[in-house]
């Protein structure tokens, strides 16, 4: 299990060229990818999500990459056609002002579009490099995700614990909700056998079976008991149980209800209220689970 909370910062140097990825991961209920990167590296942005992507299953996700390079590959060029263009209209302009002052390299320096400048990359020359600081980043995030989630999962399992150990407590009581149930089918009884209409048989069995279904809850202690022990094996054996758990904690108590409003047995109604606690807190760490 593992949180979705975590941070990571890496940083590498190479040849001149240091890298720096930072990473940050918060909760979210669905996968939410956002890369920050130069423009330049942007034809590198699918094969880094894919790295992302297999490795955080859930969760908003933040990776700022970052380069600095000690002596780029620069170039300078002189745009030829912007030169000429301004030149034929400093000489207009000087002509329209009658004077005979000739453009001079000074006045073309600040104009924008003579000088082009650009940077010579080979996108494949920096690809391994940011491919190792994000693999590293991704696992020391990854190891402190892992650190929150376990410490969380010894929390919901505490609580799960008092679930099921109230659910104990439920299972003891149901002979006396036997009892109160055939003790309310015979007062039911009496009140016919006192009144001044002869008993109507099917009536009885009617009253009877509204009681039975009424009460009992046996079904539900058998799909709690069912829900609860899923629960327990998406924890050990799902990497990324946090949307199953949120599910079955809405099927535990959704039972749990049922319970609690099918008995008056005062042990049962406590033992709900204490199901109902834990749960309450189980719910609350699974929003940081992956």
Known sequence: MKSMTGYAFKEMVRDHLTVSVEIKTYNS???????????????LAVDLRAV??????RGKVEAAIRLKEEAPDFSVTVNENAVLAYQKALKDMATILGTKEEPHLAMF???????????NRNIETYRSLIMDVLADAVDQCDAERSREGSHT???ILKHLAIVEDSLTVVHDQVPEL??????????????????KFPIDEIRILSETAVLLVKHSISEE??????????????????????KKLDFLCQ??????????????????SRA?????????????QLRNVE
């Open 178 to 195: 036997e009892a109160a149930i055939k003790q309310n089918l015979h007062s039911r009884f009496q009140e016919l056998l006192q009144g």
């Open 109 to 119: 320096l600040g104009l924008s579009g003579v000088l082009e400048t650009e940077t």
């Open 221 to 242: 202690l058998s799909r709690l008991s069912s829900h609860l022990g899923e629960f327990r094996l998406e924890v050990q054996e799902n990497p990324a149980p946090g």
């Open 272 to 284: 709900v209220i204490t199901m109902k606690n834990a749960l309450e807190n189980i719910r609350e």
């Open 153 to 155: 999962c010894s929390d």
């Open 251 to 268: 099927e535990i108590n959704r039972e749990v209800n049922t319970i609690g409003s099918k008995t008056q047995v005062l042990l049962v």
């Open 52 to 57: 992302l992507s297999s490795r955080f299953k």
């Open 29 to 43: 209920r669905y996968l939410d990818l956002s890369l920050n990167l130069p423009p330049w590296l942007a034809e």
